[in-house]
């Protein structure tokens, strides 16, 4: 099986910042992509950020150049360091990845169980 488990969340003002952590554990042979997606109450999952194993990026308009996602390799985890936070950040952000157990040739998706993030005004 594999866990993911994520850290980080939290309260905090607006103009404010958080560093998100999610590392991955289990019977894992490699990872693939990986990404923070968020769920805002009454309101649908969306991608926040995305990022490969070569370390290519992409993000959702609405965090570019506030939001950094990274990645080490090496500790199976991945980052999202989110800097001038706005209220209508508030959401649950999961985090997400592709990854291959040991004897199996296929990449399958798993998801962390969510930290809430609260942007006061």
């Known amino acids: 099986q594999v866990q993911l488990v994520e850290s980080g969340g939290g309260l905090v003002q607006a103009g404010g910042s958080l560093r998100l952590s999610c590392a991955a554990s289990g019977s894992i042979f490699s990872i693939g992509d990986m990404g923070w997606y968020r769920q805002a109450l009454g309101k649908q999952r969306e991608l926040v950020a995305r990022?490969?194993?070569?370390?290519?990026?992409n993000y959702a308009d609405s965090v570019k150049g506030r939001f950094t996602i990274s990645r080490d390799n090496a500790k199976n985890t991945v980052y999202l360091q989110m800097n001038g936070l706005k209220p209508e950040d508030t959401a649950v952000y999961y985090c997400n990845a592709h990854v291959a157990r040991y004897g199996e040739r296929y990449l399958a998706q798993y998801w962390g169980q969510g930290t809430q993030v609260t942007v006061s005004s």
């Open positions: 990022i490969t194993r070569g370390s290519s990026t």
